[in-house]
């Protein structure tokens, strides 16, 4: 036993048994038969029976699995900013949240194809409940963030979090993948929380803070989908939230969100990987006298390469123009992408619903609102 044992993704030695008691599930016959729509079953059953690591799996399977969901729900991924990254090298990659899945399996797929250093990337436990599920995260290398716990175990299990990603980044050279916040973000607002900053701090050696996160290789990762395939799933909890109520999740209601995210139709989809953060520690020290306003500084640098480099597609600016009734951007539009947007509105939620219809439209417009905070120069 060590002591991360309670979070942790298997280790290699593992990865076969965990393989093996998986072969007959339905769930794994219904990926499989997706992925390799012209396999017989038992040509699938051999190859996963003779895996016996991580990445094999990662790059034998799952790599597939992705590709063929781009294929059948999207127009295609485009990248830039890998090139600035070196192999055999890990870095921590703090992104903007819109996919439960397809975030980080996304990434690792870009990484993958750039010769780079994969993830293991954390994932709520509450998305895991099933075997399944769990048994494929641990060998998809994802590590568990422990949800509903009292105020005395989450300190516990922020500080065991925080020392097994810096032990994957110091110890096995492991890239990792966080969230920018708790959650995806609903209302296309990405902002960094201070509160993954500081669990991350949780595990800092340094004697100052600042030190011990230009150690960690920050690198900000800025993704969007031309269209957000759980937009409307979206809605009730913006809903809730406008009316300051507590929002209480349906039933298999996460389970529900992950499969929408996977099937449903994305269009184009982009990954910028921004700078490493390596120049800004020594200005942020300087300008801030304590530690908390240091974790808001960097917070804010973070936000900054996210929100600057967040690639805009035509929905964006044809929310922006619906929403503020203006005409501003209409030449980074054409009318049938106009329709298009208008009708997935229609179709998708209760138009009439001013609060739904308003929320709807300032997920889509609000990476414009926020990159009109840089530049006014959008072309």
């Known amino acids: 036993m060590t002591k991360f044992d309670s979070i942790r993704p298997y280790y290699d030695s593992e990865v076969n048994e965990a393989l093996k008691s998986l072969l007959h599930h339905p769930m794994m016959k219904a990926m499989m038969d997706f992925t390799f729509p012209e396999l017989e079953d038992e040509v699938w059953k051999e190859q996963l029976s003779r895996t016996h690591s991580i990445r094999d799996f990662q790059v034998n399977f799952v790599y597939q699995s992705i590709q063929r969901v781009l294929e059948r729900s999207s127009e295609g991924l485009t990248t830039s900013g890998f090139e600035k990254l070196e192999p055999n090298t890990s870095y921590l990659f703090i992104s903007n949240h819109r996919d439960i899945i397809l975030d980080t399996s996304l990434l690792n797929v870009s990484l993958i194809d750039h010769g780079l250093v994969m993830t293991a ?36 299990s922020s500080k065991l979090m925080a020392e097994y990603m810096y032990h994957l980044l110091s110890k096995e050279n492991r890239s990792v993948w966080i969230a920018q916040r708790e959650g995806r973000t609903k209302d296309g607002n990405d902002a960094t929380h201070q509160g993954v900053l500081k669990m991350l701090g949780m595990a800092n050696d340094e004697a100052r803070i600042m030190d011990f996160f230009k150690k960690l290789k920050i690198v900000p990762v800025s993704i969007s989908y031309e269209y957000d395939p ?35 139709q994305k269009k184009r989809i982009h990954i910028h990987v921004g700078d490493v953060l390596e120049n800004e520690y020594e200005k942020i020290i300087a300008e801030n006298d304590n530690n908390n306003k240091q974790i808001q500084a960097l917070a804010q640098v973070i936000d900054d390469s996210i929100l600057q480099s967040y690639k805009l597609w035509p929905t964006n600016f044809i929310a922006y123009d619906i929403l503020y009734k203006t005409t501003r951007f209409a030449h980074l539009y054409n009318e049938k992408e106009r329709q298009l947007f208008e009708r997935r509105l229609e179709m998708r939620i209760d138009a009439d619903n001013e609060t739904m219809r308003e929320g709807f439209l300032a997920m889509y417009a609000n990476p414009v609102v926020n990159k009109l905070k840089y530049t006014n120069d959008i072309s």
């Open 230 to 264: 759980t937009d409307a799933l979206k809605m009730p909890q913006l809903i809730a939230l406008s009316k300051d109520e507590v929002y209480i999740k349906e039933k298999n209601e996460d389970f529900i969100t992950l499969l929408s995210g996977i099937i449903g």
């Open 121 to 156: 990337s954390a994932i709520g436990d509450n998305l895991v409940q099933k075997d399944f599920l769990l048994k494929l995260s641990k060998l998809n290398r994802n590590f568990l963030v422990q949800r509903g716990l009292s105020p005395r175990e989450l300190l516990q």
